[in-house]
């Protein structure tokens, strides 16, 4: 996915994360970032992520982040 694309500041959701909450497997290449940035992207999709799943409390695992 393109990084201009995860970072685009929208009204609604990104497409990327209902396309995730319906079980799409999203990849973002980080590689060519500075680890500053690198942390600072991941905090901000942590963030989205704990907004978007606050209010869905089951006791089952939904969804899944890997970070390499």
Known sequence: MVLNVVLKITENLPSWVIDWLNGENIFLD?????K???MLIVNAIFQLVRSVTKDNEAEELKYLILID
């Open 30 to 34: 980080l590689s060519m970032c500075s």
């Open 36 to 38: 500053f940035v690198k």
